[in-house]
Structures are given as structure tokens and as C-alpha cells.
């Protein structure tokens, strides 16, 4: 249904005067076709086909026997580009080809979406462009030369602390100045209206399908569900399935970075306060004069200040809840899970596996935990190596 924007009093769309007209084209584009036959054919096709929806739920049992309790993994991590980024990206780039658009462009922390961007920009055979902050370009140099494998150009973007938060900033004003051919294909649920409400569109499939895995596999429903959060698209995308759930925990799991206590971190959730960024009004990393602070983690994909302006609502009504892992249970976790399980977590991914930890000896081992697996960790071995040298055996 056609709404502004608000969750609550969170969202909206503060941004220059010459976008509020695209992004009102945008909005009604979305709610032309994301219902119309052929785009829901279209986009199931190529979610089965290219995608590889969809993705198994995965009972995790040496990993379970290690925290004491079941823990299932749901394996968007297997899909094509390693991560749940291409369900948006599908869904975005058919919308971007439906009205018209020749050239995408999208920002990047971790280069999953950037890549996810650059894989559909080949598919559909757009002019693709992703900014991205320098920082990340060094530390996620495997997914830059595999987005200029796709044909996509990589803008470095060298403002602040070359992360995802200056890498939005520079793609938004390149927009301002290309409104009329191009089409910004946003990464995660946040930002001005109307992506979070499109981004969780289209990333919905995980909770919707998690769900039902869950009854057919289990023959009830999980006692938590427990995503990373970034921007907040996985989290969105698979807690939305069980909104209606009132038994099933959401749990939300921000980057709590090399200390939470220090300030030295990414968790706006559970450290911020209400500000605006990127067009919308949400929780954020700020100081005592309201400038944005610095963040710090260890994932380039939760290296985010903001959030997206639905999690702030379900944080006030007590829907969901958040809390932060720090880099070095973040560490032992992509460790871990590979050594149980030969599973590489991405480093977003391990975030909430942390927290699972954390809950070690501390409840029932009849409860069933579902992980959103956001992403492989592929990108991430030589961070892991740089901070935990392999010995020779
Ligand atoms: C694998 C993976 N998981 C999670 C995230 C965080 O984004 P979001 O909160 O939008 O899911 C990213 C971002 O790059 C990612 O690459």
C-alpha cells in the first residue's frame, strides 16, 4: 500500500529540492509494477534462475552443539554474487528497466552491493557506476576487480573516512547532477523514502521463505531470528516474515567495533540518538553539536552511522531488539564457523553469530535460532588473516 515514508516519526525524505521529483517518479514506478504480472514473472524468473532462490535453511548441528542450543542458517550466502544484496538489485534493476533508464549507479561499503549492482548492470546492459569510499576499496579490493570484471567503473571516493557513509554522500550528488537518464539503485533500507519501503520489497522473499522452510523443516516456528544490521536490509527482509509472530525474538545485531564502551564502533541502534542522514530521520552516531561521528568495524558493511527508519520504530515499540558484537567475538565466530561447519561467514554475517555465542550456557537447548547468513566470507579471508596469521602446520 501506497504510504510517505514514516515509520512513526522515522523516515521521510529530507533531500535537496531537485530530487523530491524523481524520487516521487521513483515511488510511483514502484507501486505501478511491483504487483504487475509481468514484473513479478520477470523478477521470479530471474530469482530462481540467476539468483539461485531459493536459498536452503540449513541446520547448523556441530556449530549448534557448540552453543548449546539449535541453530539454523538461512543461506543467502549461496546465492549468485555471495550475498542477499542481488534480491534488491534484481528487483531495482527490472524497475530501473521498466521505466527506462540506461545508467545505474549505487554506493558500496563491502563491495557486495556493489557488485550485486555491477552483475545487473551487465545483465541488463546499463552504464553502471559505484562510488566507493577508499577505505573500503583497499580492504574489499577482491569484490572492486570483480565489479570491473562486470564492466562496471569504480569511482573512489576520497572524503572522511572513505567509507560506505561518504560513498552514499558522493553517489547522492552525483545524482543531483544526472537525474534525468539515471537511476540510483540504493543499497539497503535506509535513505530517503521510497527505498526503505522498496528495499524491504524486495528483500521480504528471505522472511517469507524462511518461515515456511521453518514449519516444514522443524514443524514450528523459531524462538529468535537474528540478522546483522548495517543499513538494515537482511535484517528487515527476514525479520518482516515473522512481524505477526509475537513469540518469535527479532534480535538485531549491529557492529559494536573494537569497543563498544570507547565509542570506537558502529551501533546506532544501541547508541545513538535521532538526527538525519541521507534523507531520512533515524537513529545516529552523533556528538554532543550533532555532527556524525566516526565509526569503526572491522565490516566494511555495518561501517555505517545511520539506520534504517524502520528498525528505529520496531527498537521504540520493543518489536525487535539490538545489540552490538565486537570485532574480536566477530573474529572467533568466522573462525568458528568455519572449523564446525566449513562455512566462511562474511564478517557482516558473523556479527550475529556472535551474539549466539554470547548466549552460551544460557538457554534452553530446545530453542531453535535462525541466522540470516547475509553473505560469504570470501571477501573477507585476508582481513580474518590480517588479524588472526595462520600457523604452519
Ligand atoms: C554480507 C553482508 N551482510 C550484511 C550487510 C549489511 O547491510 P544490510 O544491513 O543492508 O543488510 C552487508 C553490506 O554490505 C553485506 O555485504
Known sequence: MKHRGRFGDYGGFYVPEVLIPVLEELEDAFYRFYEDPQFVAELA????????????????????????????????DLLHGGAHKVNNTLGQGLLAKYMGKTKLIAETGAGQHGLATAMIGALFGMETKIFMGFTDIERQSVNVHKMKL????VIGVEGGTGTLKDAINDALRYWTAHVTDTFYLFGSACGPHPYPTIVKHFQSCIGKETRQQCIERIGRLPDMVVACVGGGSNAIGIFSGFYDDKNVRLIGVEAGGRSLSEGKHAATLVAGRVGILHGAKAYLLQDAEGQVDETESVSAGLDYPAVGPEHCLLKDTGRAEYVAAE???????????????????????????????????????????????????????????KHRPLMND
Open 45 to 76: 524468473d530471474l530469482s530462481k534462475n540467476y539468483a539461485g532462490r531459493p536459498s536452503p535453511l540449513y541446520y547448523a548441528k556441530r556449530f549448534s552443539e557448540h552453543v548449546g542450543f539449535n541453530v539454523y542458517l538461512k543461506r543467502e
Open 327 to 385: 570485532d574480536e567475538d566477530v573474529l572467533d565466530v568466522f573462525e568458528l564457523l568455519s572449523k564446525t561447519e566449513g562455512i566462511l561467514p562474511a564478517l557482516e554475517s558473523a556479527h550475529a553469530l556472535a551474539y549466539l555465542v554470547s548466549l552460551k550456557g544460557k538457554i534452553d537447548p530446545q530453542q531453535v535460532a535462525i541466522v540470516n547468513l547475509s553473505g560469504r566470507g570470501d571477501k573477507d579471508v585476508s582481513i580474518v588473516e
Open 150 to 153: 562486470c564492466g562496471a567503473q
